[in-house]
């Protein structure tokens, strides 16, 4: 009787054991994943120079897919002659973020989304997540810079395949088709941030302004940009009397040749060639909403510069949103300022630079949290396409601006537009102001508790 009440005390000892191990096997995990986090230090200042250029066709070359390495002999050369500098110092911050429970939980949602019979469920936990400091001016600045430098064209031309091979004869051209996403690394790989190129508009703008606007006007429409009986439709799907095809707009912005899909590509590749490192990614216009999307699809904390409203991209390519994903937890942010009528989806209508142009711009709201600067109350500036350029900065001779402007209401923090006209003094980010001689530097200075004889002083400094 002693031996079997005995036996009987093991199992039940085995079984609370086995109990209490389910109960914390999450916190375990979150110990592990705080482990690998505390990899990099929060708070902690990171340098990361250009590594690595990647190339994607889309139309012409959609399987060309190639990659340029830099050393830091060739930054320096780059530097030099390009004139943009390509080493950054960024801060990121240990805050919370989301983890899928299924590898393939993305996948699985966008499908359950498009079959209309099927009630669509993403299963995520909270988790550690290593992120940028957002509320940190130097590091927003600097992700303006990468953002910028994602415009230039790399000098370098030691290209090689990295999918099918190509023979150079047989790809002329090949540069002038596709995508190009730039990757910053820090000098131990931990944290990698990738700058995806934008819209190239206007004359003289580049090779890629045929492709960037076509994927544009698929992205950002209502209709596959057929605005009025003037325009050429960008897809089949108008029925007539302004009607689309629903079914058939969701196919038109999910195939294979465009740049959602070429990008979630590209990524990939470097996501698995790196699978140990924290990667952001960033980009300004069409960079910044390949950026937002790319994020959602990956759950990885994406910052875009002046994006069109990238909502309506989201829902039709059916990628996670709220409710089934809560915005704040999503780690996406859209910075702006309210003088941008494409950031603020109010370039559109038959006055507008947009139709002008030929860019059927038409949406307006982002996914995850928007921070937009009242440039037009505050600074009177005018609504205008030009002010949509990432180095596109007003001023007024001679004054010195402090702007206080609030953000919405997701972040209890302050945006300070800090500008001041220079005389024959340069620096890094400065562009010529009517004359040789003028230069004007912008800032953008993010805190949390601030007074006016502290702004004072530092503009002194």
């Given at each position: 009787?002693?031996?079997?009440?005995?036996?009987?005390?093991?199992?039940?000892?085995?079984?609370i054991?086995?109990?209490?191990?389910?109960l914390n096997?999450p916190y375990?995990?979150?110990?592990a994943?705080?482990?690998?986090?505390?990899?990099?230090?929060?708070?902690?200042?990171?340098?990361?120079?250009?590594?690595?250029?990647?190339?994607?066709?889309?139309?012409?070359?959609?399987n060309?897919?190639?990659?340029?390495?830099?050393?830091?002999?060739?930054?320096?050369?780059?530097?030099?002659?390009?004139?943009?500098?390509?080493?950054?110092?960024?801060?990121?911050?240990?805050?919370t973020?989301?983890e899928?429970?299924?590898?393939?939980?993305?996948?699985?949602?966008?499908d359950m989304?498009?079959?209309?019979?099927?009630s669509a469920?993403?299963?995520?936990?909270?988790?550690p997540?290593?992120?940028?400091?957002?509320?940190?001016?130097?590091?927003?600045?600097?992700?303006?810079?990468l953002?910028?430098?994602?415009?230039?064209?790399?000098?370098?031309?030691?290209?090689?395949?990295?999918g099918?091979?190509?023979?150079?004869n047989?790809?002329?051209?090949?540069?002038?088709?596709?995508?190009r996403?730039?990757?910053?690394?820090s000098?131990?790989?931990?944290?990698?941030v990738?700058?995806?190129?934008?819209?190239?508009?206007?004359?003289?703008?580049?090779?890629?302004v045929?492709?960037?606007k076509?994927?544009?006007?698929?992205?950002?429409?209502?209709c596959?940009?057929?605005v009025?009986?003037?325009?050429?439709?960008?897809?089949?799907?108008?029925?007539?009397?302004?009607?689309c095809?629903q079914?058939?707009?969701?196919?038109?912005?999910?195939?294979?040749e465009?740049?959602?899909?070429?990008?979630?590509?590209?990524?990939?590749?470097?996501?698995?060639?790196?699978?140990?490192?924290?990667?952001?990614?960033t980009?300004?216009?069409?960079?910044?909403?390949?950026s937002?999307l790319?994020?959602?699809?990956?759950?990885?904390?994406?910052v875009?510069f002046?994006?069109?409203?990238?909502?309506?991209?989201?829902?039709?390519?059916?990628?996670?949103?709220p409710?089934?994903?809560?915005?704040?937890?999503?780690n996406?942010?859209?910075?702006?300022?309210?003088?941008?009528?494409?950031?603020?989806?109010?370039?559109?209508?038959?006055?507008?630079?947009?139709?002008?142009?030929?860019y059927?711009?038409?949406?307006?709201?982002?996914?995850?949290?928007?921070?937009s600067?009242?440039?037009?109350?505050?600074l009177?500036?005018?609504v205008d396409?030009r002010s949509?350029?990432?180095?596109?900065?007003?001023?007024?001779?001679n004054?010195?601006?402090?702007?206080?402007?609030?953000?919405?209401k997701?972040?209890?923090i302050?945006l300070f537009?800090i500008?001041?006209?220079?005389?024959?003094?340069?620096?890094?980010?400065?562009?010529?102001?009517?004359?040789?001689?003028?230069?004007?530097?912008?800032?953008?200075?993010?805190?949390?508790?601030?007074?006016?004889k502290?702004?004072k002083?530092?503009?002194?400094d």
């Amino acid at each position: 009787m002693k031996a079997l009440k005995s036996l009987f005390d093991t199992e039940i000892i085995w079984f609370i054991s086995f109990l209490l191990l389910f109960l914390n096997f999450p916190y375990a995990l979150e110990a592990a994943n705080q482990f690998i986090l505390n990899q990099v230090e929060s708070g902690e200042p990171i340098t990361v120079s250009l590594r690595h250029v990647f190339h994607h066709g889309s139309t012409k070359y959609p399987n060309l897919f190639r990659r340029m390495d830099l050393t830091e002999t060739k930054v320096r050369t780059q530097e030099l002659e390009s004139g943009a500098p390509l080493t950054f110092t960024l801060m990121g911050i240990n805050a919370t973020g989301i983890e899928y429970v299924k590898e393939n939980a993305v996948k699985e949602f966008r499908d359950m989304s498009k079959n209309k019979l099927k009630s669509a469920k993403l299963d995520w936990r909270d988790i550690p997540k290593y992120i940028p400091f957002i509320k940190n001016w130097k590091t927003i600045i600097n992700l303006a810079k990468l953002t910028y430098n994602a415009y230039v064209k790399p000098e370098d031309q030691d290209w090689y395949d990295v999918g099918k091979k190509y023979g150079l004869n047989d790809t002329f051209g090949w540069d002038q088709d596709g995508i190009r996403g730039y990757v910053f690394a820090s000098n131990d790989n931990k944290t990698l941030v990738i700058s995806i190129k934008g819209t190239s508009m206007g004359f003289g703008a580049g090779p890629t302004v045929g492709n960037d606007k076509f994927n544009d006007n698929r992205l950002f429409s209502c209709c596959c940009a057929y605005v009025d009986r003037t325009w050429s439709s960008v897809c089949p799907c108008y029925l007539d009397n302004y009607r689309c095809n629903q079914d058939c707009l969701e196919k038109s912005v999910d195939e294979d040749e465009l740049y959602f899909t070429i990008t979630l590509n590209m990524v990939d590749r470097i996501m698995k060639e790196f699978p140990k490192s924290v990667i952001w990614i960033t980009g300004h216009s069409l960079g910044g909403a390949l950026s937002s999307l790319i994020g959602l699809t990956y759950n990885i904390p994406a910052v875009a510069f002046e994006s069109p409203g990238d909502r309506l991209p989201a829902r039709r390519l059916h990628l996670p949103h709220p409710p089934a994903l809560p915005a704040e937890k999503m780690n996406i942010w859209h910075l702006g300022h309210t003088a941008d009528p494409i950031f603020m989806g109010v370039c559109n209508g038959i006055r507008s630079s947009c139709y002008v142009g030929g860019y059927a711009m038409e949406s307006k709201c982002h996914v995850g949290v928007t921070c937009s600067f009242d440039s037009v109350e505050k600074l009177g500036w005018r609504v205008d396409i030009r002010s949509h350029r990432i180095q596109e900065m007003k001023m007024k001779k001679n004054v010195l601006i402090v702007v206080f402007g609030n953000m919405l209401k997701a972040f209890k923090i302050e945006l300070f537009i800090i500008a001041q006209l220079f005389f024959t003094r340069p620096y890094i980010w400065s562009r010529d102001f009517s004359s040789p001689k003028f230069n004007y530097f912008i800032l953008y200075y993010f805190n949390s508790e601030h007074n006016l004889k502290n702004e004072k002083r530092l503009i002194k400094d």
